[in-house]
């Protein structure tokens, strides 16, 4: 494949990713601005909501875990060129994080509503915090290579990538995985919880925690020991010492 046109599909690729994410964010935090949110519409018979919504997490969390793996990369770069590997994974991820957007289905009621206006700024500033936490993270470990662009830019220059390393620095320091931190502080600190937004949460929460086990073993088989010993002084998730 011309190196031009993976490099037009790369940042085609990072485009959708991106827009789905900041799309998510607005649809879960009910901002003003938006026409659609996770409360928006009139809710729906339980039933309905448990089978549309559970199979949407289930694209979701299949295509990440799936599509991360070493054995699928494998067969795909048999089938697309290796720079363009990560951009394809952002490009499903975007496209599997619209389809919440698009079809989660709303369920009637409220677990919490904070209507204190004290409250909601800080419970606001909270969830912002989150995905601001979660976004701070990727640049912590490389954001241009996590979501594709170094890959289709080195190949462009015809320039080879350089090789795995782990380094502990800020945020790794004190947790091993602050970008799924984030995640579950944006998807939990609301000042309004309906059910249906409490559904999305318990279940990528419940997801981000398979996925990390697939991850961490990923990582072992990468870096072997150095990764085993950084996963026993830094907890996974809570920065608080052993």
């Given at each position: 494949?011309n190196?031009?046109?993976?490099?037009?599909?790369?940042i085609?690729s990072?485009i959708?990713?991106l827009v789905a994410q900041?799309w998510?964010?607005?649809?879960?935090g009910?901002?003003?601005?938006?026409s659609?949110?996770?409360n928006s519409?009139?809710?729906?018979?339980?039933?309905?909501?448990?089978?549309?919504?559970?199979?949407l997490v289930l694209?979701?969390?299949?295509q990440h875990?799936?599509?991360?793996?070493?054995?699928?990369?494998?067969?795909?770069?048999?089938?697309?060129?290796?720079?363009?590997?990560r951009?394809?994974?952002?490009l499903?991820?975007?496209?599997?994080?619209g389809?919440?957007c698009l079809?989660?289905?709303?369920?009637?009621?409220?677990?919490?509503?904070?209507?204190?206006?004290?409250?909601?700024?800080?419970?606001?500033a909270?969830y912002l915090?989150?995905?601001l936490f979660?976004?701070?993270s990727?640049?912590?470990?490389n954001?241009?290579?996590?979501f594709?662009?170094?890959q289709i830019?080195l190949?462009?220059l015809?320039k080879?990538?350089p090789?795995v390393?782990?380094k502990?620095?800020?945020?790794?320091k004190?947790v091993?995985h602050?970008?799924?931190?984030?995640v579950?502080?944006?998807?939990w600190?609301?000042p309004?919880?309906?059910y249906?937004h409490?559904?999305?949460?318990?279940?990528?929460?419940?997801?981000i925690f398979?996925g990390?086990?697939?991850?961490e073993r990923?990582?072992?088989?990468t870096?072997g020991?150095?990764?085993?010993?950084?996963?026993?002084?830094v907890?996974m998730?809570?920065?608080?010492?052993?």
């Amino acid at each position: 494949m011309n190196k031009s046109i993976i490099f037009i599909y790369g940042i085609f690729s990072y485009i959708i990713g991106l827009v789905a994410q900041v799309w998510f964010i607005f649809y879960l935090g009910e901002w003003e601005f938006m026409s659609t949110t996770i409360n928006s519409q009139h809710p729906v018979p339980l039933s309905t909501a448990l089978i549309i919504n559970l199979a949407l997490v289930l694209i979701f969390g299949l295509q990440h875990s799936v599509m991360a793996r070493s054995l699928f990369k494998k067969y795909l770069t048999k089938i697309i060129p290796q720079a363009s590997e990560r951009s394809t994974y952002v490009l499903f991820s975007g496209l599997a994080l619209g389809l919440i957007c698009l079809y989660w289905q709303p369920l009637d009621g409220f677990l919490w509503q904070i209507d204190n206006k004290i409250g909601k700024v800080l419970l606001n500033a909270g969830y912002l915090f989150g995905w601001l936490f979660s976004l701070f993270s990727t640049f912590i470990i490389n954001h241009f290579e996590l979501f594709g662009l170094q890959q289709i830019y080195l190949n462009l220059l015809n320039k080879p990538e350089p090789s795995v390393s782990f380094k502990e620095k800020l945020l790794y320091k004190f947790v091993r995985h602050p970008i799924q931190l984030g995640v579950l502080i944006g998807i939990w600190v609301t000042p309004s919880m309906s059910y249906s937004h409490l559904m999305l949460s318990v279940t990528l929460s419940i997801y981000i925690f398979i996925g990390l086990k697939y991850e961490e073993r990923d990582l072992i088989a990468t870096l072997g020991n150095t990764y085993k010993e950084y996963q026993q002084r830094v907890r996974m998730m809570l920065p608080f010492s052993k």
